[in-house]
């Protein structure tokens, strides 16, 4: 099989290297591609809809077809439950050393397979292709890190206080795990959370963003060849008319034990309100409205490096974005002018597969909308365009690099996420402002500081509300580390040392009398 999708993607790399030059359409790869699948996958099957039904994918940067998949709904999708409620009976039996090695194999099938799962992750997502292998390596991370993390659950013996009792506590796979992934990482917050839920002894039904399921299907393959048993991922996919009725089930269904979303803050309040009557546990990573503050004793290229990699990246589409810039007016004027220069020097618009691009378009034309509309508002209310602010004539998903100053917290730029590839710059006098002006928001995921004083980054640091903060670094992601936001950014971890497998745990405490 390793053989046969090395042969798959070298065609499938010359036939598109070849169309992207002469211009014409790069759709063929769902021919050519062994990991591209028009099918669902539930119970180790490759399956349709029961009515039939099913729906195009689409490259944004194009408007082409790349692909088509089941519009699955509430029978199909409880038909998936009961599949992987039946195998988490004999799953959650296996040892952590047998599901240890098969995340292993996940890994190295994901990384011999990297590129053409990068190329799956830009048609249909439109990252460039840089970006994209990136994601995969990301992604392959948690197979690896998962493998490790789950032959590492322990229980504990407690000192007991009485002499005729023993008193131990074990800890015991939760169930059955629905979860609701975005389209923004499509390969990488999957693996985040399945990896995770698989290690520990759970089993899976993922319902993966309506615009790109292909990356899902393609992890099916790979998790297939690795030898993960019948029943403990399945995926069904479906279009947004059927996603609500799909996401309800999965939030109410008794059958399902913990329900784990990344998304926006609102959904996931609809989806929390829905598995309470279950009393479900929810994993949430919702929105965020980060704060990236500059001190006037910045180190100011290590700050504009920080705001092009945390702002720019994925076109500005990662919950983690840096989205309100505030600047201490000492250095306010010279970080606009060097975040502008860097801007015109390293961002280049344009389709993902094409050498050179660094942003691509927004998932759909609506995200293109929305950002206009924001930019427009802060135009209104006295706002400066430094670069961009306008449509991109690249096409219609596409809008151009945009530097704001002069943003105040009255407009949406600042009052609300972005996520798209906007950068609006405020100013600020003192710490305590700064401090103010950050927290001041229901959002709590990433923060971002840059100081060249030591003591000012712990202050500042443990002052900001959010669950990362990233100290003169604008990248902090890896499997190693917690992910997760305070307030209404979300409920758990996922990732690092025990968190993240911990969220698909029960612990069952045992008291052994009689001794």
Request: proline share 4%; glycine share 10%; aromatic share 8%.
């Amino acid at each position: 099989m390793l053989t046969k999708l090395s042969t798959l993607y070298k065609t499938t790399s010359i036939l598109l290297k070849a169309n992207i030059v002469a211009g014409r359409p790069t759709n063929f790869i769902r021919m050519a591609s062994s990991l591209i699948k028009d099918k669902a996958f539930v119970n180790g099957e490759w399956i349709s809809a029961k009515s039939g039904a099913t729906y195009n994918v689409t490259n944004p940067a194009t408007g082409e077809v790349v692909g088509s998949v089941p519009d699955m709904g509430v029978a199909d999708t409880e038909d998936a439950i009961q599949k992987a409620y039946k195998a988490y009976q004999t799953f959650k039996k296996t040892t952590a050393k047998e599901r240890s090695e098969k995340l292993k194999k996940a890994y190295k099938l994901m990384m011999e397979n990297k590129e053409e799962l990068a190329r799956i992750i830009t048609l249909e997502n439109g990252k460039p292709l840089a970006e994209a292998n990136g994601e995969i390596m990301y992604g392959a991370g948690f197979c690896e890190w998962f493998a490790e993390e789950g032959r590492r659950v322990q229980g504990h013996v407690v000192a007991s206080p009485f002499p005729t009792k023993k008193i131990f506590t074990l800890k015991q796979p939760i169930g059955v795990c629905a979860m609701i992934t975005p389209w923004n990482f499509p390969n990488a917050m999957i693996t985040r959370k399945a990896c995770a839920a698989i290690a520990a002894g759970c089993t899976v039904v993922l319902k993966p963003a309506e615009d790109t399921p292909l990356s899902a299907l393609a992890i099916c393959e790979i998790f297939e060849q690795a030898g993960i048993p019948k029943g403990v991922f399945n995926v069904v996919t479906c279009d947004r008319g059927n996603a609500p009725s799909v996401g309800k089930l999965l939030c109410e269904s008794p059958l399902v034990s913990l329900i784990s979303f990344t998304g926006s803050s609102a959904v996931g309040k609809i989806l929390m309100k829905q598995s309470a009557d279950t009393v479900k546990k929810c994993s949430m990573e919702l929105g965020g409205n980060a704060p990236f503050i500059v001190f006037d004793s910045a180190d100011l290229d290590l700050a504009v490096k920080g705001a092009m990699s945390s702002k720019f990246r994925c076109t500005g589409q990662t919950c983690v974005c840096a989205n309100r810039f505030l600047i201490q007016e000492g250095i306010y004027e010279k970080f606009v002018a060097r975040l502008a220069e860097a801007m015109d020097k390293e961002l280049k618009v344009g389709n993902g597969l094409t050498q050179g691009t660094t942003q691509g378009p927004l998932i759909n034309k609506r995200a293109a909308d929305k950002v206009a509309t924001f930019v427009e508002d802060a135009k209104s209310k006295g706002a400066n365009v430094v670069r961009g602010g306008q449509r991109s004539d690249v096409g219609e998903s596409f809008y151009e690099p945009t530097l704001l100053s002069n943003v105040t917290s009255g407009m949406l730029v600042s009052k609300e996420e972005i996520f798209g590839p906007v950068a609006g710059v405020a100013k600020f006098k003192s710490e305590e402002e700064a401090i103010a002006l950050a927290n001041g928001t229901s959002a709590g995921l990433a923060g971002y500081l840059y100081t060249g004083d030591c003591a000012q980054q712990w202050r500042v640091a443990e002052a900001l509300e959010y669950g990362i903060v990233g100290v003169n670094e604008g990248l902090f992601s890896t499997p190693e580390a917690p992910f997760g936001g305070f307030k209404e950014s979300g409920l758990g971890r996922e990732g690092g040392i025990g968190f993240g497998i911990e969220e698909y745990l029960e612990v069952k405490y045992m008291c052994l009398g009689g001794m």
